[in-house]
């Protein structure tokens, strides 16, 4: 063998090991929510059933419980669908507008002052689906960021198609984040170092705006060509 194709196997090799430890680890950390947070929830979620069976039919507080059995049972949902490798299952991969329209049916009963409007502009453009989810999960994020924390009293989301790339925008006029809370995130939360992280692995660039007191606005933009490449390369 020549030492260029010595060089070369090294590297194929180092790359191999490499993605094995990748996967054990990702096996590790699936195995750990299986049997910490999702179980957890899992039995919180079975005493709240048995508590609201105890409950009279016209106690004026169960629809509103057994609406939040219904977002614990979709957690749990979910995360069994993330630990087993799956595609998120509350959307189909053709319906991305309409899946994050949805969010907002979750924070309604508790935050009804919230002004949010959807806006789409452009044709739509299919994305292949591992990209397709990654896009649902930042605006996720985004919007469920923003109903929860921002204090604000307008959230928009506003995506845009071209002939080159989709951007999407989540904006609110909240309290906005602190710099340092920009730049590194809450203690303990990974929302912010998430969404980072699936933009890049799919070839797309977020920045994120946020001034105290005027608000925050976050945008994504994924290149059309990428996606095209990726669908190709399959």
């Known amino acids: 063998m020549s030492a260029t194709e010595i060089e070369s196997r090294k590297q194929e090799e180092d790359r191999v090991r490499k993605e094995n430890v990748r996967l054990e680890e990702r096996n590790r950390i699936a195995q750990e929510l299986h049997d910490t947070l999702l179980q957890t929830v899992q039995g919180a979620s079975l005493n709240l059933a048995a508590a609201l069976y105890e409950l009279a039919p016209d106690a004026t507080v169960k629809p509103r419980l057994e609406r939040i059995l219904e977002l614990m049972n979709q957690g749990v949902k979910e995360g069994r669908d993330a630990i087993q490798g799956l595609r998120a299952s509350e959307y189909d991969n053709s319906d991305l507008v309409p899946a994050l329209s949805r969010i907002w049916q979750q924070f ?15 044709q739509q453009k299919q994305f292949p689906a591992d990209i397709q989810h990654e896009i649902y999960r930042i605006g996720k994020e985004a919007l469920v960021n923003a109903f929860s924390h921002s ?27 602190e710099p340092q809370i920009l730049e590194q995130g809450r203690g303990g939360h990974w929302g912010l170092a998430g969404m980072r992280e699936r933009a890049t692995r799919i070839g797309g660039r977020l920045e994120i705006l946020s001034r105290t007191p005027t608000g925050t606005e976050i945008q994504l933009s994924v290149p059309l060509e990428r996606s095209l490449h990726h669908r190709g390369s399959q």
């Open 151 to 177: 204090g604000a009293k307008r959230v928009d989301l506003e995506l845009e198609y071209s002939g080159t790339e989709l951007q999407m925008w989540v904006r609110d006029n909240g309290r906005g984040m």
């Open 108 to 122: 309604v009963e508790v935050q009804p002052d919230i002004d949010f409007r959807v806006s789409v502009a452009g």
